[in-house]
């Protein structure tokens, strides 16, 4: 029996929410995860290093086990649910690609910065030669004014992504940025629109209506919260809300919602709020896969991780920057000597 889905969600907890517990995921969590979500109906679970493949270094941070073996673990629970890996090109490597698809990985979702699709384009080919479905998505997409987003993500289509996805990696958007660049995007493209979004300033969920109401027909939630930063758009919340708005996911409420309570809960070492920091990301417009980093430098340094967050902003710091967290840290200490 086919299950119908007016829109298809991703479950990205097994790789965004990998940033908040420092990539420390373990093969029994991971497969208990995958193997409930898959029983809740979730068509898509990611699964990575939160940085995606190839991520576990000292400049992104150690995995507690390699990602190919939680991938493997998630493909053999997950029954009918497809597992999706990130790649981020310049860390990830067409070599750790295959090495997924091998283990039954059904999609790749290639990210870069939303001014920098260009660099895509050999994962996406590689991708679909795999026989792989594929998302291009690009990240920090506040950074860039709508006519460059579309312009970009007219070359993630081109490159042969399935679908393309504006993430709001900071969790800076409004609504209304939201809606006038999914507007623009489907506009201007033939392939589905996702949206992936961060709760920093409370409006993933609002962020994430605005975002369907223009027509994304691919959205991103992670349950329990656990993403990066305050985390994405709720997955069991979400699942509430469009069954209000008879919009059908094929997930099961009760569920996904045990899930949440019972599998993940216990998983989170402190729990998912918009804490002071996590407020700053979405303020400064900050990548929310810095936050442990920045509290981190702040800690040695002794000084706040907001300033340090606030100057990161300023300087428009993107991902694969990391190291520049520390060299802020110790400058804004230097300058208070
Ligand atoms: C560092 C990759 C990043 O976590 C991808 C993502 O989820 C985002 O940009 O929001
Ligand atoms: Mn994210």
């Given at each position: ?20 517990i ?8 991971v497969?208990?995860?995958a ?34 073996e ?109 809606k ?15 949206f ?30 656990l ?52 407020l ?15 509290q ?11 300033d ?23 400058e804004?200490?230097k300058?208070?000597?």
């Amino acid at each position: 029996m086919t299950t119908e889905r007016d829109l298809l969600i991703t479950e990205v907890a097994l790789r965004d929410g990998s940033h908040a517990i420092a990539h420390q995921y373990t093969v029994e969590q991971v497969a208990k995860v995958a193997k409930a979500l898959g029983e809740a109906g979730v068509p898509y679970i990611e699964v990575s290093h939160g940085d995606g493949l190839g991520g576990s270094s000292l400049q992104y941070g150690l995995s507690h086990t390699n990602e190919m073996e939680l991938i493997e673990a998630a493909v053999s629970v997950s029954g009918d649910s497809k597992i999706a890996v990130l790649v981020l090109p310049g860390i990830g490597t067409v070599h750790e690609l295959k090495e997924a698809a091998k283990l039954g990985v059904k999609m790749a979702r290639i990210g870069t910065h939303v001014t920098e699709a260009d660099v895509a384009a050999q994962h996406l080919s590689k991708a679909k030669e795999l026989g792989l479905e594929t998302v291009g998505f690009l990240m920090m997409s506040h950074m860039a004014p709508v006519d460059k987003l579309v312009e970009q993500a007219k070359l993630m289509e081109s490159y042969g992504a399935d679908a393309v996805y504006m993430f709001d990696s900071a969790g800076a958007l409004l609504p209304h940025q939201v809606k006038e660049r999914v507007r623009a995007l489907r506009q201007n493209l033939q392939v589905d629109v996702g949206f992936h979004g961060h709760n920093n300033l409370s409006l993933a969920m609002a962020n994430t209506l605005a975002a369907i109401e223009e027509g994304a027909k691919r959205i991103d939630g992670s349950i329990r919260c656990l993403g990066a930063g305050a985390g994405n758009t709720q997955t069991e919340v979400l699942i509430a809300v469009l069954e209000h708005m008879g919009i059908r996911t094929g997930i099961d409420l009760y569920k996904i919602m045990d899930v949440a309570e019972e599998v993940i809960a216990p998983i989170l070492q402190v729990p998912q709020e918009i804490t002071r920091d996590n407020l700053v990301l979405g303020y400064a417009g900050v990548y929310s896969s810095f936050l442990l980093h920045a509290q981190r430098a702040a800690k040695r340094f002794n000084i706040d991780s907001r300033d340090v967050l606030i100057e990161l902003g300023k300087r428009k710091v993107v991902g694969g920057q990391e190291d520049m967290i520390v060299d802020v840290a110790a400058e804004l200490a230097k300058q208070r000597n």
